[in-house]
């Protein structure tokens, strides 16, 4: 049986793309699925740092679309995950050392091997995203709730329909106080200009960047409401998508989750 | 939050709060990105349309809206308006 191939992408840099995608596969091979993360980011990889990986790099992606290496060989498996694996970018070539359809035809390969593969994109709509895109089944966009996030995710939501995929939409560093005092979009206020579905919702939070210190995955730390948040996105993407979407909120009263309870509704 | 809520209940407008000015920003943005025109043109094109329709029509100009709605493979523009009554001295 082949995987979902799935292109995680935004855009906009700096939106959590590399965090979304580490931490969604990470999420998923811990549930015992078979993942292999693939960095496209050529150039500029940061997908092996995030996973704390970097030692480990022998081959690369553009080794292994090239022919140069096996796939597997070209796959490091993850220090504490045992069924997670991830194809870094490779630092010194260019974006057109691949092409869509040579990426296309080594995703065929992959997808025979794992259950989901994941394609942390670029930013930005050039070679490196369709690379990335003509391989995909399915994507996830992630915006953050900023004016210029959710143009550029139109932008790219757009581009992908326009390919026949249809994406989700992951909502990245809500900062609930800020939202709650009508000082940052909402997540409705996004999905009332954006069309598409909605995935999950990510709330800001430091332990982010202190497991990406230690490129240890987020999912681990179950005091992390990121984490947490994650591991419910990779629940929806496998098995069960009617998980109720938690909204971020500053203290979980009575009356908050009375009044989310409402506010979810779409 | 709550104040919002009770605000809402008794229909009271809430100040404008800076994502409300955010989400306007970003529909005009997007209106104008995918007809390719500029901010400018959309809204001549605004205030020409809601001088028509005045012209027949008592509206509410601050409520005013366009839009563009996005089906499979076809986006419209979309304009909304209450219409608070009918002028009877057209
Ligand atoms: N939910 C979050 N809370 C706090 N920091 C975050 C969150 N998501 C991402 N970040 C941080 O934001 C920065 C950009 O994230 P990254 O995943 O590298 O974005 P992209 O891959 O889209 O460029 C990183 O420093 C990351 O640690
Ligand atoms: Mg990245």
Known sequence: ????????????????????????GAALAQTGKRVVVVDMDIG??????????????????????NGKCKSRQAAIKDRKID?????????????????????VEFVKELKKEFDFVFMDCPAGIEQGFENAVAAADEALVICTPEVSAVRDADRVIGLLYSKSITPKLIVNRIVPEMVERGDMLSHTDVLDVLSIDLLGLIPMDE??????NTGTPIIFNNQSKAGNAFKRIGLRLD????????VPSTKSSLWKKIVQKFAVKK | MINRLIQKLFGKQAGEESKDIAKKRLKLALVCDKLEVSEDILKKLQTDIVAVISRYF????????????????????VLNTPILRTRTNY
Request: no cysteine; charged share 25%; aromatic share 2%.
């Open chain 2, 58 to 77: 008592e509206i509410d100009k601050t409520e005013f809206n366009i839009d563009i709605q996005r089906t499979d493979d076809l986006a419209s523009l």
């Open chain 1, 239 to 246: 098995g069960h998508p009617d998980l109720p979407i938690e």
């Open chain 1, 44 to 65: 500029l990889r940061n997908l092996d740092v995030v996973m704390g990986l970097e030692n480990r790099i022998v081959f690369n992606i553009v080794d292994a679309v």
């Open chain 1, 83 to 103: 069924n997670l694996f991830l194809i870094p970018a490779s630092q010194n070539d260019n974006k057109n050392a691949i092409t869509p359809e040579k990426m």
């Open chain 1, 1 to 24: 049986m082949d995987g979902k191939v799935i292109v995680v992408t935004s855009g906009k840099g700096g939106v959590g793309k590399t965090t979304a995608t580490a931490s969604v």
């Open chain 1, 207 to 212: 332990n982010v960047v202190v497991a990406t």
